[in-house]
């Protein structure tokens, strides 16, 4: 298994810009999720998803759209990028809800707004 | 809103020394708990997690973690650190809901060799 993936490992943007920041798991898992890693602040979720064609938003979503066509992939989508969107972007899949979840991040990408 | 608070930004240990991270969060129902490491250059690993039962659990490395309901807390400790061991450490809790996961701040472990 190659757990979850994430593509790229980096990018540099300008302001105004959009791209999507790629997320797969090979696990079967239901649950899948982004957050943005900044210094001193920890892990923020942006968005999640409990299965294909469920999406929710999490504490910082404004900016950023999801969607989960299938269950393997979730996409981030930046329409507008922003030097505030500067940051490490973690995307995460578990078990499914009501099950002793956990969270498997994958490697990152880092992303930065000029 | 709920909050996941981690008061040690940067901790500085010599090799051998005990080390406890401090980890309390603002939420009065039903929670799981859950400790992250972060090797540099690396992605987030888990490293223990409480969903009930025995209040005192066992992770890799030699960690452990006890979570006392009266006081919102679930402490990392590890009676003697290693070099290896220089990370940052994640306290993570997950509501009853189970679909949303907060995290803290984060704590940075320096551990001299």
């Known amino acids: 298994n190659a757990g979850v993936t994430q593509t790229p490992k980096f990018q540099v943007l300008k302001t105004g810009q959009s791209m999507t920041l790629q997320c797969a798991q090979d696990?079967?898992?239901?649950?899948m999720s982004w957050y943005r890693q900044d210094p001193g602040m920890g892990l923020r979720l942006i968005h999640y998803?409990?299965?294909?064609?469920?999406?929710d938003q999490g504490e910082v979503p404004n900016g950023y759209n999801v969607s989960r066509s299938t269950t393997e992939d979730f996409p981030l989508r930046l329409l507008s990028a922003a030097p505030s969107q500067t940051s490490v972007y973690f995307c995460?899949?578990?078990?499914?809800?009501?099950?002793?979840?956990?969270?498997?991040f994958g490697p990152g990408t880092r992303l930065t707004v000029l | 809103a709920q909050s996941v608070s981690q008061h040690n930004h940067h901790v500085i240990l010599s090799e051998a020394a005990s080390l406890e991270l401090g980890c309390n969060y603002s939420y009065g129902g039903t929670v799981n708990l859950f400790w992250y490491v972060q090797y540099p250059g690396q992605h987030l690993q888990l490293l223990l997690k409480?969903?009930?039962?025995?209040?005192l659990v066992k992770g890799i490395k030699g960690f452990e973690a006890e979570f006392i309901k009266s006081k919102f807390s679930f402490n990392l400790r590890k009676p003697s650190v290693q070099w290896s061991d220089t990370a940052e450490y994640f306290c993570a809790v997950n509501l009853g809901n189970f679909n949303k996961f907060y995290f803290g701040s984060g704590t940075k472990l320096n551990v001299k060799p």
């Open positions: 696990m079967n898992h239901e649950y």
């Open positions: 995460a899949s578990g078990p499914p809800s009501g099950s002793y979840n956990e969270q498997f």
């Open positions: 409480y969903f009930s039962g025995d209040p």
């Open positions: 998803s409990v299965g294909a064609g469920i999406t």
